[in-house]
């Protein structure tokens, strides 16, 4: 899973990997996003690397039916069950995914980044505040991976 050719960070990667906790909310809309603004140019996905992977949040499913990608069919995986394919790039989404992502990477020349993005979930209110929240994950994603995943 972990290997990597390139050694300039600013190089576009032919494969990435978005992880954080539970492959339900930041990786899936990461990983989404990523396909859009990619048009199929790089080999894109997304895993968790909780022991308990669940559906994807409906409230990411929401914002992201705003802007016209559907996320519905997301299918969680865990980091374990990616164990047999190999990224350039691996952008941790969750300081526990990035901790889980070095520990592995350990002694392979992978390139890893971590994006320190907010868990919307932590935030609390109406349902409008949490949308809120949620919108500016997809924002921050969106204007994190147009700059990252472009040429």
């Given at each position: 899973m972990i290997k990597n050719n390139k050694t300039n960070s600013n190089d576009l990667p032919s494969s990435v990997l978005?992880?954080?906790?539970?492959?339900?909310?930041?990786?899936?809309?990461?990983?989404?996003?990523?396909?859009?603004h990619c048009n199929n140019k790089i080999y894109i996905d997304s895993a968790g690397v909780a022991e308990k992977i669940g559906k994807v949040n409906p409230f990411a499913v929401s914002i992201m039916e705003e802007v016209g990608i559907d996320i519905a069919r997301?299918?969680?995986?865990?980091?374990?069950?990616?164990?047999?394919?190999?990224?350039e790039l691996i952008i941790a989404l969750s300081s526990e995914a990035y901790r889980e992502v070095q520990e592995l990477a350990k002694g392979n020349s992978v390139m890893i980044e971590y994006w320190q993005i907010k868990d919307p979930t932590e935030i609390s209110g109406n349902r409008e505040t949490i949308m809120s929240a949620f919108r500016d994950l997809r924002e921050e994603l969106y204007e994190n991976i147009k700059l990252r995943?472009?040429?």
């Open positions: 978005f992880i954080c906790n539970f492959n339900t909310i930041r990786s899936p809309i990461a990983e989404a996003i990523a396909k859009y997301h299918k969680t995986k865990k980091l374990e069950g990616l164990i047999n394919t190999s990224f995943l472009s040429n």
